[in-house]
């Protein structure tokens, strides 16, 4: 087990976003959470980056607002809910969040460099730049260009790109084919194929249910903050209601 998420609840002043939930991913799967807008997926990826835990240090100081995180995370054999982001990202667990963002100002070379803050080794970041261009040869070709001018659909490579650069172990994806048009949300699709099959584990948040129960091993239903199916597409599929009110299918 590479991930293991037990028992997770987070709240935020009074609201609760995510009510007591488990889940785990295996080495080498691709794992997909969907589920209808405002069920907590986002913030389930944030809880397990580090970034719920950033965000309570920043609302207790800033607002005296409380963020409340129960439960435990376990990475690779080793707890993380209790350590910051910065420190999880080294342990080889890498978040691609919502709404693509590279660095605007900076060519997409310097993005790319940019994700690769944490290797010292230049061969190794040498290495892995080749990898990413060989995956996302449009990348390359615009190496020089400045990322804020690259459409929706080069940006969101760039973010996978970047989020590759530091050799992810597990990577966790945010929407990735949100607000593209079909042909380059089919494109990146293929993509995340590719990743899962050079090795890397894949924790994918998706609208598009009908292509990630395809491609994932297996699938976790989230509404308000609950898990209330798990299983292979084809196992959900069979569940009328989930289908109906769940997955608007
Ligand atoms: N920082 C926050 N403070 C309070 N409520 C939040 C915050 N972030 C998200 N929420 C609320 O938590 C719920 C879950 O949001 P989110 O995790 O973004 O859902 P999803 O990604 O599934 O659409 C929503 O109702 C949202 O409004
Ligand atoms: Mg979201």
New binding site residues.
Partial sequence: MLLEVANLTVC??K?M?LNNLSLRVDQGELVSLV??????????L?AITGLVLR?REITRRSTGGD?MIKGRVTFDGERIDRIPAHEIVKRGLIHCP?RRRPFREMTVGENLYAGAYLLQDRSRIQANLDNVYQLFPILQKRSRQISGTLSGGEQQMLAIGRALMSQPKLLCI??PSTGLAPILRAEVFEKIGEIRRLGITVLL?EQEVGTVFKMASRNYV?SS?NIIAEGTGDELLQNEVLRKTYLGL
Wanted: glycine share 18%; aromatic share 4%.
């Fill in positions: 935020y002043d609201a976003l589920g209808p807008n405002g069920a907590g997926k986002s913030t389930l944030r965000e963020v919502e945010d929407e948040v989230l903050g």
